[in-house]
Every structure is written in structure tokens, then in C-alpha cells.
């Protein structure tokens, strides 16, 4: 585990320091539409193969927690999900709502899975968006492994490509039109939402990891980005690739030139139910055979 990083104490230069210092509190300023997505994907991906009863669960990149809530409700009481984050203040609230959720076969451990050592307890590992910002996947995925008992399960939600993701993709290009592109070598919260997009590539990654049996099946539904063209636009300059453009070419004076941009666009894709826009994501499955 690394130590906690407090905000505003100095720059970031780790991807654990940027999500606790620079992501963190923008991702919990959008927490319910950011949610509002990723989880429906999580829900998807859990519907269609569900973690059996009284199984043990480990939830990589657990973030605020609704993942391994939803993980909770299906093992089980005789289940057991232990759900893992490197950034604290997405713990912290993680447990506030565990605590008033009242689930008892749930809980929180801040883990960088850089140094997970884990002993082969678990029937399940189950990740939500959170193994695209692996810094070393190879690394990582292997030791994801040998968390899972021998003919247990790995199942991912990730991206596919941008091309499949307008919610992300629409106000990069905008943004990118704006301000050009992003300095290549500053700080970063991981390699990035796109990193496990191709199937043939995590197939070679999760084969060389040793898993076994891999699959992947596609997912494909409109999400929101906000609920209204206001509040979409602020999402998208505080997190996501455009987002990321913004704060590394530190262009301010820019800012309100893309945030007009976006609430123009974002006007086409009002619905009822707010700004809605497509997206997709594998769900990779795979076994841990050794």
C-alpha cells in the first residue's frame, strides 16, 4: 500500500498521487453521473453472469463502492466481497455508505494492486473500469491470478474504442480542436480509458498472466453525461480525455472557449432524462486454470 497523499499539499507526479490529488475530487463532484454510467455497465456485465451464491469476491478498483455493494447483494450473506482502491478519499466514502447500507459481507482495503499480495482465496475477481490504468498490467493481472483459486474467475468491464464511446470522444476532439494536443510526457492517472480496448492484445495479456478460457462480449448503451448541457460540459472538462487536455495544457483562458463549444453540442443530445450519449465495453471473462 502507499501512504496517503493529502490534496493541495504538492504537484502530483504518481498515477496514485493524480487520482487522490487531481481526479479525486472532481471525480466526486460528478460522482452521480459518472456512476449513473459505469455502473449500468456493471450491472449489465453482472446480469448476464452473475457471482454465484456464497462465492468470495475480490473488486479491483472498487472506487466510491457501488460495484461491491452490487457484488454483495448477489453472493449473498454466506458470500463475501472485499472490494480494493488505491485512492482514500473514494474509500471514505465507500464506507460511509457501507455503513448505512448495513451489509455485512462487505469491506474496504486501500491496495495499490502494483503491490498486491494476496493469498488464492478468492472464487471471483471482478473489476469495473478499474484495470485500464494499470501501470504495469502484465505485472498486475499475474498477481490478480494468484488471488484467485484454482479454477476461479476473472471478469472485466473495460472500454472499447473510442469510436464506440461518444460520451468520451465528442468533447476530447472538441477540446482537442481547441486547444491542440496534451503534453506527452506529464503526469498522468494511468495509461487510459482505451488501453484495453483491443481483444487480441488483452487476450495476450491475460494468456501470459496465465488465465485460460478467455471471452469477450460486447456491451452497447446511451449514458448520461449530465442533466443539463451545463452540467454535461463541466463533466467533461474536469475528467475524462478532454478533460485531461484541459488541465495538462493548463489553458485557462481556453477553458470557456471549449466549455462554449460543448454546450453547444451537447444541445442535440438533450433527452428527458438529460445528455445522453453512446457508449461500449467488453465484458472479458477468463479462468484462472492453474
Known amino acids: 500500500m502507499n501512504p496517503q497523499v493529502p490534496a493541495g499539499t504538492h504537484t502530483a ?4 498521487e493524480v487520482w487522490e490529488d487531481v481526479v479525486g475530487p472532481k471525480y466526486l463532484r460528478h460522482r452521480q453521473t459518472i456512476v449513473g454510467g459505469t455502473l449500468a455497465h456493471g450491472r449489465e456485465a453482472l446480469r448476464r453472469f452473475p457471482a454465484p451464491i456464497g462465492a468470495r469476491v475480490l473488486d479491483v478498483g472498487t472506487g466510491t463502492g457501488e460495484s461491491a455493494l452490487l457484488l454483495g447483494t448477489q453472493v449473498g450473506p454466506t458470500g463475501r466481497v472485499l472490494g480494493i482502491d488505491s485512492t482514500e478519499r473514494f474509500l471514505a466514502v465507500a464506507r460511509d455508505d ?3 447500507d448495513g451489509a455485512t459481507n462487505v469491506e474496504y482495503e486501500r491496495v495499490d494492486v502494483s503491490t498486491l499480495s494476496i493469498e488464492p482465496e478468492f472464487d471471483l ?3 469495473q473500469f478499474g484495470t485500464m490504468f494499470f501501470e504495469l498490467p502484465g505485472a498486475a493481472f ?9 479454477g476461479g ?11 464506440d464511446n461518444d ?3 465528442v468533447a476530447k476532439r472538441i477540446a482537442q480542436e481547441t486547444l491542440g494536443e496534451a503534453p506527452s510526457d506529464a503526469p498522468s492517472c494511468g495509461p487510459g480509458p482505451w488501453s484495453m480496448a483491443d481483444p487480441e ?4 495479456l491475460l494468456t501470459a498472466a496465465g488465465f485460460t478460457d ?5 456491451v452497447t448503451m446511451d449514458i448520461p453525461v449530465g442533466p443539463t448541457v451545463e452540467e454535461a460540459a463541466e463533466f467533461a472538462l474536469d475528467l475524462g480525455p478532454a478533460g485531461e487536455i484541459v488541465r495538462l495544457c493548463g489553458a485557462d483562458s481556453g477553458r470557456e472557449r471549449v466549455r462554449a463549444r460543448l454546450v453547444e453540442r451537447f444541445a442535440r443530445d438533450m433527452s428527458p432524462e438529460g445528455v445522453q450519449l453512446s457508449s461500449g465495453s467488453w465484458i472479458v471473462r477468463a479462468k484462472n486454470a492453474v
Open 153 to 163: 474467475d476473472l471478469m472485466l468491464c473495460v472500454w472499447r474504442s473510442p469510436q
Open 214 to 218: 478467455i471471452r469477450h462480449d460486447p
Open 98 to 100: 457501507l455503513a448505512r
Open 13 to 16: 507526479t504518481t498515477a496514485v
Open 167 to 169: 460520451w468520451l470522444e
Open 201 to 204: 492484445m488483452v487476450r495476450a
Open 125 to 127: 475477481c471482478f473489476s
Open 142 to 150: 499475474r498477481d490478480l491470478r494468484r488471488a484467485i483459486v484454482p
